[in-house]
Every structure is written in C-alpha cells, then in structure tokens.
C-alpha cells in the first residue's frame, strides 16, 4: 500500500489560496491519488482525484509532478467553511485489495477571519 | 440520487444487545463498504463489498457481521460489542472496486453508536 504523509495542520485566513501537500514516495504506476474533505460528525466527501500534472474542477486543483512522488491540493479564496480535516489516498484498488481505500491522519485545515 | 442514506442516525445499545445498521444507495454502485471511525482519528476500513459478494474484511472482531442483501443494501449486525466499539460508523459506495481508477467513494452522514 501506498503510504501517505501529510501536515497534521495548517492555518489560513479567508480569501487566500490554501495548499496542501501530501507525500507518497512509494506510489505505484497504476495509483490514482485522491482527496477528501471532512467536517466533523460527517462523512468524507470527495474533492478531486488525478494521475498526473494538473487536474481542475469547480472547488480545487490538484498538482501532480513528473515523479508523482508527491501531490498539492490547491484551494482557491478560502473561507471559514473550508475549516475541515483533508485526507489524501493513493491507490488503485487493483485486484479488490485495500489499497486507495486507507486514510491517513489528514491535514485539520483552519481557515480564520 | 447521489445520496448514501444511513439508520439509524444515532444508536444507543447494551453490551447484550443486537441491533443493525443499515445503509442504502440507489446510484447503481457495485461497491459498498463500511468504515469505523473515533473521535479525531480517520476512517478506518471495515468490510468491503463488491458486487454483493464480501471481498475485504480487515481482520474485524465477528461481533461485528456485515451483510449485503441486494446491490442497494448494506447491513452490519452488532452483537456482544464492547463500550470501546463506540464510534461512527460510515457506509460508502462506488462504481466499482477492481483494477484501474479508483473511483469516487460517496459517503453517508454515519451512524453514531454508543455502546454502554
């Protein structure tokens, strides 16, 4: 399994752009890396996932080097209610295992006014 | 419908009780899994479905036994827990399990369980 290593916490304030770094030296070829987003007593929700260079959607980025020994999730303008614990997975659930279904710590990102 | 839907909410239980969990999609996933979670820590795997056949189970104490009647369904049985199988307890879905992408997991808003 790929293992992933994250800050345990960030501090921001609103309006700036928030990123997120997540280690994963031993990622294999098939791994997808994906993020989620938790509030507390809810369950994770699904932020962005990718394989390489850069991906986009409506609420994140997510930058991916050549080697893809490492990924960046990028938070645009935050704001208070981006105050969660983000959580990177790697994996490819290849053959039914358990790999990309494993959470690390996460990162409890606190956004201030 | 892009919901995971988990009842109860909340769960009250003794030691000697049976109760079940129960966790429904309507997305046409073919993966369902269950996860244990504690206070501040991450969600951990539990059991993993796939096409309603029981594909991971992660060394789970069989106080605990899962069971998928159909591809919507997803149930865990709890009998004879501990005060430390206090937790929530979240059901997700995906598309698929097997080799390539991943795939999304959607997650229910979790069973809270207290066991006294």
């Known amino acids: 399994l790929a293992k992933t290593t994250q800050p345990i916490s960030m501090d921001s304030y609103e309006g700036q752009e928030v990123n997120i770094t997540c280690s994963h030296n031993?990622?294999?070829?098939?791994?997808?890396i994906t993020w989620y987003q938790q509030f507390p007593s809810q369950g994770p929700r699904f932020i962005i996932q990718?394989?390489?260079t850069k991906v986009t959607n409506e609420v994140a980025s997510l930058f991916i080097p050549a080697d893809r020994k490492s990924s960046t999730l990028s938070l645009p303008r935050v704001s208070l209610s981006d105050t969660a614990v983000y959580y990177c997975?790697?994996?490819?659930?290849?053959?039914?295992?358990?790999?990309?279904?494993?959470f690390g710590k996460g990162t409890h990102l606190i956004i201030q006014p | 419908d892009t919901e995971v839907t988990q009842t109860p909410k909340h769960l009250v239980m003794g030691m000697t009780n049976k109760k079940s969990l129960k966790c429904e999609q309507h997305?046409?996933?073919?993966?369902m899994y269950w996860y244990k979670q504690k206070a501040k820590k991450p969600p951990e795997l539990m059991f993993v479905?796939?096409?309603?056949?029981?594909?991971i189970n992660e060394s789970v104490p069989s106080r605990f036994s899962p069971e998928c009647p159909n591809s919507s369904l997803l149930n865990l049985h709890l009998h004879a827990l501990q005060p430390e199988d206090s937790a929530l307890y979240l059901c997700?879905?995906?598309?698929?399990?097997?080799?390539?992408?991943?795939?999304?997991?959607?997650f229910g808003e979790g069973s809270r369980l207290t066991v006294l």
């Open positions: 997700a879905s995906s598309l698929r399990t097997g080799t390539g992408r991943t795939g999304e997991l959607f």
């Open positions: 990718g394989y390489k």
């Open positions: 997305m046409g996933h073919r993966a």
């Open positions: 479905y796939s096409y309603e056949k029981l594909s």
């Open positions: 997975l790697v994996g490819d659930n290849a053959g039914g295992g358990a790999d990309g279904l494993t």
């Open positions: 031993n990622i294999a070829t098939n791994d997808y």
